[in-house]
DNA sequence: ATTTTGTATATTGTATACAATCTTGGAGTC
DNA sequence: GACTCCAAGATTGTATACAATATACAAAAT
């Protein structure tokens, strides 16, 4: 997800970096405030940055700026949630479709690589790996697709779906068949079947989603 | 598109207000340098507040920023183009048919005025006009969907149409059908036909779409 | 007691100043 | 002539300082 080796070429993108790192994660909850002040301090630098690296989270939407009041980390009502999964349903089949055939052999090494430690973080419990695991393996399936504003708005919705998934990833039935299903889901990308890949798609996305509202109806 | 009324609560959501005007307008090209000195000086600001204004047009696509190297408006390519087009094809007639069912008789009301001065816009050929009422018709249209992130995505969809749309609207066959086909909607909101308009609507942003790539090949 | 109002404090917004990076042009080398 | 290298200028990135706005709490008024 951050190309930027590691060190980012700003201390703006890398402060950004680093509270995305920890909204994604859950280690700043919803509704949480973001002081500049205190974001300067704890990274020991000046606000500038902070707020530069925070105007850049709400175009992701991570954060929610209020003019001369500040940020928050943004809150995703119910509806909304579904209304992510409706749309990934919506537009990861079609660009299952339009990549798979133009897969590379270095993408499906990419893709098996991405896969195995998928499952071992998944036998491991490592939510938050999990998450940003499971972003890149859908990612790079898409990789090939000649559609660049799906690739930008999906890319957008795997993230909104990953401050989610985790609470999901509680259940241990229901990782164990995200992972078999991504492993088939790869499985068909290596023999070319696009459209066997776009429809298991499909019910994988709803499968995950009956899962999360579930849950969230139960947690509240 | 702009509800802080035309004075902005804050100076860099103002430059950001001026920039995205002269963006969607054509009066910035695409490819444009942006430099953060010369709109300092021509909005009589410090760059601080141009910085914070370039950020937000990146999170909303409308530039590039390069780390070290600056800003440039950002252009589409002709697959990214078509890409919207099918992407609003593939979600406009969703927010219609969830929304149409919906509008109250101000939302009706405020459709008539908007299409009232949209024919106004098509007769006098006012194009920058032109664009922003289309996106605003569209919207107050799907305005009561219960689909949050659609309805942020569509926008952005609707936004990047209008910087290309004003080419097109130099066919005076297209922006008649174009205007007609907009009464038939609002008419078609008003009776509550919604899977009728979600039909129409199809139909129409198809029509757009072929006009606009059949435009983009003859002129490059 | 409730509301109002004012003031102190906290927090964000912007300007100025400085540091880091990139670009450009020419001198020198092969 | 083409290339490398280096220095000066241009441009962006960040820190510090100040201004504007919002928040919290106490005093005053009804």
């Given at each position: 997800m951050a190309q930027p080796g590691l060190k980012s070429r700003t201390v703006a993108a890398a402060i950004a970096e680093a509270l995305r790192t920890d909204i994604l994660s859950g280690a700043?909850?919803?509704g949480a405030q973001l002081r500049q002040d205190a974001l300067a301090g704890a990274y020991g630098v000046s606000r500038i940055p902070v707020r530069e690296a925070l105007l850049a989270l709400e175009g992701e939407g991570l954060v929610q700026i209020v003019p001369h009041k500040g940020a928050v980390v943004s809150a995703l009502s119910a509806a909304e949630v579904g209304d992510v999964f409706d749309l990934r349903i919506l537009l990861e089949p079609r660009l299952a479709r339009a990549s798979i055939p133009l897969l590379t052999r270095e993408d499906l090494a990419e893709l098996d690589a991405i896969q195995a430690r998928f499952a071992e973080a998944v036998a491991r419990q490592d939510r938050a790996l999990w998450g940003a695991l499971n972003a890149q393996l859908h990612l790079t399936m898409y990789r090939?697709?000649?559609?660049p504003r799906s690739l930008v708005l999906v890319a957008g919705l795997l993230q909104t779906s990953e401050r989610y998934t985790r609470m999901q990833m509680a259940r241990a039935a229901a990782d164990r068949r995200a992972a078999a299903e991504h492993a088939q889901l790869v499985a068909l990308c290596r023999t070319g079947k696009a459209e066997a890949a776009a429809t298991l798609l499909a019910a994988h996305i709803e499968a995950v989603r009956a899962d999360m509202l579930a849950l969230m109806q139960a947690a509240g």
């Open positions: 700043l909850a919803s090939r697709a000649p559609l």
